[in-house]
């Protein structure tokens, strides 16, 4: 059984940071593309953003505008969201996912193809 954590969520004001890290129990971490998707209240969920399984593809939602960076570390099975420049339409459970496929060149944005998915994080943003 696959185990992913997040870690980092919180309560900021507009304009703040947080980071967000998801640990990986799987052997095979390595091999998969991972991606940050959000779910607010009454929403479905969305894709936020997403990496290859070697770190140098990266993929983001259009309303990241260049605000989050996502990145990886498979010497320690972890993958990270740097979320600067905050909005209170960020508020939302961020989660975790791995890809079903192994060596997935570019992460896919669909969470139909993502069978790994973390409890999420809640990130609380105030204005």
């Known amino acids: 059984q696959v185990q992913l954590v997040e870690s980092g969520g919180g309560l900021v004001q507009a304009g703040g940071s947080l980071r967000l890290s998801c640990a990986a129990s799987?052997?095979?971490?390595?091999?998969?593309?991972m991606a940050w998707f959000r779910q607010a209240p009454g929403k479905e969920r969305e894709f936020v953003a997403g990496?290859?399984?070697?770190?140098?593809?990266?993929s983001n939602a259009d309303f990241v505008q260049g605000r989050f960076a996502i990145s990886r570390d498979n010497a320690k099975n972890m993958v990270y969201l740097q979320m600067d420049s905050l909005k209170p339409e960020d508020t939302a459970v961020y989660y975790c996912?791995?890809?079903?496929?192994?060596?997935?060149?570019?992460?896919?944005?669909?969470?139909?193809?993502?069978?790994?998915w973390g409890q999420g994080t809640q990130v609380i943003v105030s204005s």
């Open positions: 799987e052997r095979t971490f390595s091999t998969r593309a």
């Open positions: 990496i290859n399984s070697a770190g140098g593809r990266t």
């Open positions: 996912a791995g890809d079903r496929r192994a060596f997935r060149m570019v992460p896919s944005t669909t969470p139909q193809e993502y069978d790994w």
